[in-house]
């Protein structure tokens, strides 16, 4: 069966505009997680969203926000982007909520805010 | 707070010598803990997971790893390095309570021939 998609792949952006980035999971997966990597920081949990709801969410600031649609397909959004902001995130999915089952990831979209 | 340590930043090895990749972590419970693999310009792919039971976790592509609670340690292990292996690896926590993840900064492979 097909596997985690994000779109687009790469994405370039200046400081203070917003971007949606969107992540299809694979199909039967209820919960889709969200995750920034830098080469500093390595991979940073942002959201998880799970039928369609908000369950869990990580250190970032209120610019960062997400949602899920009924077919569990999820956006995130980050507005007034900053430089900073530059970096790889990566979706995932699963059956259930995360930690108790196996993620699996998309190849991620390449943000890079000039 | 949950932490991941990778100590080691960069490893090389040469192809057909064994491999151990270290992992610590500080969480207050009994960890599920997992083993992930990543390639350039892809997502990340699971290599093994240890939520309990025998603490010698069998994976994918040949690896294993050791859960030790004594040293709050989980090391990945190859016996046998391939040409292929060479990426990135993260180790994570999983938190039950908070339902959440950390992930270690990664230890980055190169494979020698």
Redesign the interface.
């Known amino acids: 069966k097909a596997g ?1 998609t994000q779109t687009p792949r790469y994405l370039i952006k200046t400081r203070g505009q917003q971007v949606t980035l969107s992540c299809s999971p694979i199909s039967g997966h209820r919960s889709v ?1 969200w ?1 920034q990597q830098t080469p500093g ?5 942002l959201f ?1 969203y799970f039928s369609e709801t908000q ?2 969410k ?1 250190n970032f600031p209120g610019r960062f926000s997400g949602r899920q649609f009924s077919n569990s397909r999820s956006e995130m959004n980050v507005s007034t982007l900053e430089l900073g902001d530059s970096a790889l995130y ?1 979706c ?1 999915s699963s059956k259930r ?4 089952d ?7 979209t390449r943000l890079t805010v000039l | 707070a949950q932490s991941v340590t990778q100590p080691d930043i960069h490893i090389t090895v040469s192809e057909g010598a064994s491999l151990e990749l270290r992992c610590n972590y500080s969480y207050g419970a009994t960890p599920y803990l997992f083993w992930y693999v990543q390639s350039p310009g892809q997502g990340l792919q699971l290599l093994l997971k240890y939520f309990s039971g025998d603490t010698l976790v069998q994976g994918i592509k040949g690896f294993e790893a050791e859960f030790k609670r004594s040293q709050s340690s989980f090391n990945l292990r190859k016996p046998s390095v391939h040409w292929s292996d060479a990426a990135e690896y993260f180790c994570a926590v999983g938190e039950i309570t908070g339902n959440q993840f950390y992930f270690g900064t990664g230890t980055s492979l190169t494979v020698i021939p």
């Not at chain 1, 920081?41 to 949990?45: A, E, R, Y």
């Not at chain 1, 196996?102 to 991620?108: A, M, R, S």
């Open positions: 985690v997680s995750y920081q390595g991979l940073q949990f998880e369950r869990n990580g990566l995932a909520l995360a930690v108790a196996t993620q699996y990831f998309g190849p991620g």
